[in-house]
């Protein structure tokens, strides 16, 4: 799951200073999900000129699929411990915030049954908050105005309306690849070369997870 940490101003509010791309764990069940080793080398094979924004392992590396609340307090601690021991102690208002940069598509999951626990989306965002991508003809503020919770904390979500619209999605690259047709200009060309050298993304791989309930729907309650 993609997420950010800012500091004074997005908008006008955050200045984005770096990004933090974390894969989500093998055992997350989803259809088609290949092998988080192979996930982690080609997001750093299409990070590697990127000078802000990073890959981090240890989400998938843990040994169950972990909730994305779980994955940010660990990154915040890390960055607020970074920043503590600091010679240069910034400010309360100077000092990092870790958001979760989504799209539409994620804040509409808030609604699904038992996929999200309603404590868990208080934390993220009444705790960090949310950056949300406008994505096709899904509307992110339809989703804030039915979500009592949402509401309440709707200064923590911020819009962004992508006003050039891009359909391109992970379904529709991977639908291509399974196809045999060409993501020529999709992907960056290493990781495109990586995809075929590990034969990734075919018919049969599409298929891996296919009749299995994703994670959180069946993980059991946890104490935080």
């Not at 102690?89 to 626990?117: E, H, N």
Request: aromatic content about 8%; glycine content about 4%; charged content about 25%.
């Amino acid at each position: 799951m993609p997420t950010s940490y800012a500091r004074i101003s997005l908008q006008g509010v955050y200045r984005v200073v770096a990004g933090i791309v974390s894969p989500v764990g093998d055992d997350y069940g989803k259809q088609g999900l290949v092998a988080s080793k192979h996930r982690l080398a080609m997001a750093r094979l299409a990070l590697q000129s990127s000078d802000w924004v990073s890959v981090d392992d240890w989400e998938s590396q843990q040994a169950d699929w972990t909730e994305t609340v779980v994955t940010m307090r660990y990154h915040y601690n890390r960055i607020a411990a970074q920043y503590h021991n600091s010679k240069n102690l910034p400010t309360s208002s100077d000092a990092p915030q870790l958001k979760l940069l989504c799209g539409a598509d994620i804040m509409d999951t808030f609604k699904v049954p038992d996929l999200w626990r309603d404590d868990h989306v208080e934390e993220v965002v009444g705790r960090f908050g949310l950056v949300c991508v406008s994505r096709g003809s899904l509307q992110p503020d339809r989703a804030i105005h039915e979500s009592d919770l949402l509401s309440r904390h709707q200064q923590n979500v911020f819009l962004v309306r992508e006003w050039v619209h891009n359909e391109i999605s992970a379904t529709e690259v991977r639908r291509a690849l399974r196809r045999g047709q060409s993501v020529k200009y999709l992907l960056p060309d290493s990781v495109i070369d990586y995809i075929k050298e590990h034969n990734l993304y075919t018919h049969n791989s599409e298929t891996k997870n296919k009749d299995v309930k994703l994670r959180p729907l069946t993980k059991q309650t946890i104490q935080d």
